[in-house]
Nanobody, 126 residues
Framework: QVQVAESGGGSVQAGGSLRLSCSAS????????ITWFRQAPGKEREGVAAINNNDLSTAYAGSVKGRFTISKDAAKNTVYLEMNSLKADDSGMYYC???????????????????WGQGTQVTVSS
Protein backbone atom coordinates (compact mmCIF):
# COMPACT_ATOMS: atom_id res chain seq x y z
CA GLN A 1 0.00 0.00 0.00
CA VAL A 2 1.52 3.27 -1.15
CA GLN A 3 1.57 5.76 1.71
CA VAL A 4 3.50 8.62 0.14
CA ALA A 5 3.93 9.45 -3.55
CA GLU A 6 5.81 12.30 -5.20
CA SER A 7 5.28 13.92 -8.57
CA GLY A 8 6.29 17.04 -10.45
CA GLY A 9 10.00 16.60 -11.00
CA GLY A 10 11.69 17.44 -14.27
CA SER A 11 14.41 19.40 -15.98
CA VAL A 12 14.68 23.17 -15.84
CA GLN A 13 17.26 25.82 -16.50
CA ALA A 14 18.90 27.72 -13.69
CA GLY A 15 16.65 30.50 -12.48
CA GLY A 16 13.53 28.55 -13.34
CA SER A 17 10.81 27.09 -11.16
CA LEU A 18 9.23 23.73 -10.41
CA ARG A 19 6.45 22.57 -8.13
CA LEU A 20 6.62 19.17 -6.52
CA SER A 21 3.60 17.39 -5.06
CA CYS A 22 3.46 14.83 -2.28
CA SER A 23 0.27 12.82 -1.91
CA ALA A 24 -0.18 11.08 1.43
CA SER A 25 -2.59 8.23 2.11
CA UNK A 26 -3.41 5.80 4.89
CA UNK A 27 -1.45 6.30 8.10
CA UNK A 28 0.85 8.79 6.37
CA UNK A 29 -2.06 11.14 5.79
CA UNK A 30 -2.42 11.53 9.58
CA UNK A 31 1.28 11.92 10.28
CA UNK A 32 2.74 14.65 12.46
CA UNK A 33 5.07 16.03 9.81
CA ILE A 34 5.65 15.83 6.09
CA THR A 35 9.09 16.76 4.89
CA TRP A 36 10.93 17.03 1.61
CA PHE A 37 14.43 15.62 1.37
CA ARG A 38 16.85 15.55 -1.53
CA GLN A 39 19.88 13.54 -2.41
CA ALA A 40 22.47 14.23 -5.08
CA PRO A 41 24.81 11.51 -6.35
CA GLY A 42 27.60 10.89 -3.87
CA LYS A 43 26.03 13.08 -1.22
CA GLU A 44 24.01 12.42 1.91
CA ARG A 45 20.29 12.86 1.98
CA GLU A 46 19.44 16.32 3.31
CA GLY A 47 16.24 17.82 4.61
CA VAL A 48 14.90 20.68 2.51
CA ALA A 49 11.56 21.75 3.98
CA ALA A 50 9.11 20.45 6.56
CA ILE A 51 5.53 21.20 7.46
CA ASN A 52 3.72 20.32 10.68
CA ASN A 53 0.36 18.76 9.86
CA ASN A 54 -1.24 20.10 13.05
CA ASP A 55 -0.28 23.76 13.19
CA LEU A 56 1.14 24.13 9.65
CA SER A 57 4.40 25.55 10.99
CA THR A 58 7.28 25.17 8.57
CA ALA A 59 11.03 24.72 8.61
CA TYR A 60 13.57 25.20 5.84
CA ALA A 61 17.18 24.39 5.20
CA GLY A 62 19.32 27.50 5.01
CA SER A 63 20.28 26.73 1.43
CA VAL A 64 16.67 27.03 0.20
CA LYS A 65 15.17 29.61 2.54
CA GLY A 66 13.60 32.42 0.57
CA ARG A 67 13.49 30.35 -2.62
CA PHE A 68 11.41 27.29 -1.69
CA THR A 69 7.95 27.25 -0.12
CA ILE A 70 6.24 24.25 1.42
CA SER A 71 2.47 24.25 1.74
CA LYS A 72 -0.41 21.88 2.29
CA ASP A 73 -3.83 21.34 0.75
CA ALA A 74 -5.65 19.47 3.50
CA ALA A 75 -8.63 18.61 1.33
CA LYS A 76 -6.36 16.77 -1.08
CA ASN A 77 -3.96 15.35 1.53
CA THR A 78 -1.22 16.84 -0.61
CA VAL A 79 1.87 18.80 0.32
CA TYR A 80 3.56 21.00 -2.25
CA LEU A 81 7.11 22.25 -2.60
CA GLU A 82 7.29 25.37 -4.74
CA MET A 83 10.87 25.84 -5.90
CA ASN A 84 11.94 29.15 -7.41
CA SER A 85 15.26 30.62 -8.53
CA LEU A 86 16.59 27.11 -8.97
CA LYS A 87 20.33 26.52 -9.05
CA ALA A 88 22.39 23.65 -10.38
CA ASP A 89 23.12 22.65 -6.77
CA ASP A 90 19.40 22.01 -6.29
CA SER A 91 19.60 19.03 -8.64
CA GLY A 92 18.96 15.60 -7.19
CA MET A 93 16.33 13.07 -6.28
CA TYR A 94 13.63 14.64 -4.15
CA TYR A 95 11.85 12.47 -1.62
CA CYS A 96 8.75 13.09 0.41
CA UNK A 97 8.64 11.59 3.88
CA UNK A 98 5.92 11.41 6.53
CA UNK A 99 5.85 10.80 10.28
CA UNK A 100 8.86 12.20 12.07
CA UNK A 101 9.81 9.42 14.49
CA UNK A 102 11.58 11.68 16.96
CA UNK A 103 9.53 14.86 16.68
CA UNK A 104 8.48 16.44 19.98
CA UNK A 105 7.36 19.97 19.18
CA UNK A 106 8.77 20.76 15.78
CA UNK A 107 9.38 18.80 12.61
CA UNK A 108 13.01 18.01 11.93
CA UNK A 109 15.01 17.97 8.74
CA UNK A 110 16.83 14.84 9.83
CA UNK A 111 15.78 11.72 7.88
CA UNK A 112 14.19 9.89 10.83
CA UNK A 113 10.86 9.38 9.11
CA UNK A 114 8.65 6.34 8.92
CA UNK A 115 7.14 6.60 5.43
CA TRP A 116 9.07 7.41 2.29
CA GLY A 117 8.12 7.90 -1.33
CA GLN A 118 10.05 6.60 -4.32
CA GLY A 119 11.40 10.02 -5.22
CA THR A 120 11.16 12.36 -8.18
CA GLN A 121 14.16 13.64 -10.12
CA VAL A 122 14.94 17.34 -10.38
CA THR A 123 17.64 18.45 -12.80
CA VAL A 124 18.72 22.07 -13.03
CA SER A 125 21.05 22.97 -15.86
CA SER A 126 23.29 25.99 -15.68
Amino acid sequence: QVQVAESGGGSVQAGGSLRLSCSASGYAANSNCITWFRQAPGKEREGVAAINNNDLSTAYAGSVKGRFTISKDAAKNTVYLEMNSLKADDSGMYYCAAEDIHAILACSLVPNYKYWGQGTQVTVSS
